[in-house]
Nanobody, 124 residues
């Protein structure tokens, strides 16, 4: 089992920045690819980005490329989502997830463990 706890969400004005953190406990964190997803009201959960177990490769959905950056610190069992140039359409609950794969993982059904989510609200 892997337990994931997100933090860092909040209210920010358009153009601002937030950094989300996801702290993991349980099984060996460095064995897992980590992903970030988001879900806006009335919409399906959406892939945001992912990082491989080693941190040497990332992949993002087109709408956040150049604005969001995922990183991880395996010594701290934590993955981060740095979000810059935020837009109102980024408003959602953001979830981190862990997948027992050694590659990038974009499909939500490939993820084995999920956090409870943290709310991000971007005002215009």
């Amino acid at each position: 089992q892997v337990q994931l706890v997100e933090s860092g969400g909040g209210l920010v004005q358009a153009g601002g920045s937030l950094r989300l953190s996801c702290a993991a406990s349980g099984r060996t964190f460095s064995n897992y690819a980590m992903g970030w997803f988001r879900q806006a009201p009335g919409k399906e959960r959406e892939f945001v980005g992912t990082v491989t177990w080693s941190g040497n490769r990332t992949y993002y959905t087109d709408s956040v490329k150049g604005r969001f950056t995922i990183s991880r610190d395996n010594t701290k069992n934590t993955v981060y989502l740095q979000m810059n140039s935020l837009k109102p359409e980024d408003t959602a609950v953001y979830y981190c997830a862990a997948a027992d794969y050694r590659t990038v993982v974009t499909l939500p059904d490939r993820y084995h463990y999920w956090g409870q989510g943290t709310q991000v609200t971007v005002s215009s």
